[in-house]
């Protein structure tokens, strides 16, 4: 029974320094002072529960948090308006549909990367094989196509 308590009481300190991670990162990217002790007293307790809620959707991920937030301060600053960890939750869908999007895209790309890598890798002569046995392959399908005999 007692170590069912503390493995609770451990959790609650992680998901507390989490969420200070996480208003603390809504500080810097808002470029509020670090050293302001009267936005900490007034606004850490309003902020700790959207910054809870934040972190149970990112799966506890406080790096998928950050992304996210400096995501939507970009927007926010692109098109001139003011956002908080409350706008973050709202916009977190959109974020992963987005990042998710973009990740397609990039193992797509690295995809035909190494598939370059791959061809630049071959010898002069294994591309000349494969070119002649794309030849023969095609001849072959054209004269099966035409009715001639194949000729071995």
């Not at 603390?24 to 007034?42: I, Q, R």
Request: with cysteine; proline share 1%.
């Amino acid at each position: 029974m007692n170590t069912i308590k503390q493995t609770k009481i451990q959790k609650q300190h992680e998901l507390y320094q989490k969420s200070l991670d996480v208003i603390t990162c809504f500080k810097k990217a808002k470029g509020y002072g670090m050293d302001d002790l009267k936005w900490n007293k007034y606004y850490f307790k309003l902020f700790k529960p959207m910054a809870e809620k934040l972190l149970d959707i990112a799966d506890g991920n406080f790096k998928l948090v950050k992304d996210c937030m400096y995501w939507v301060k970009g927007k926010a600053d692109r098109d001139n308006w003011d956002w908080t960890l409350n706008t973050v939750f709202k916009q977190f869908p959109d974020f992963l549909m987005i990042r998710q999007r973009e990740e397609g895209k990039r193992k797509e790309h690295q995809m035909w990367k190494q598939k370059l890598s791959e061809v630049e890798k071959r010898s002069e002569k294994e591309i000349l094989e494969r070119i002649a046995n794309q030849q023969k392959m095609s001849a072959l399908i054209k004269g099966v196509a035409s009715g001639k005999e194949i000729k071995k």
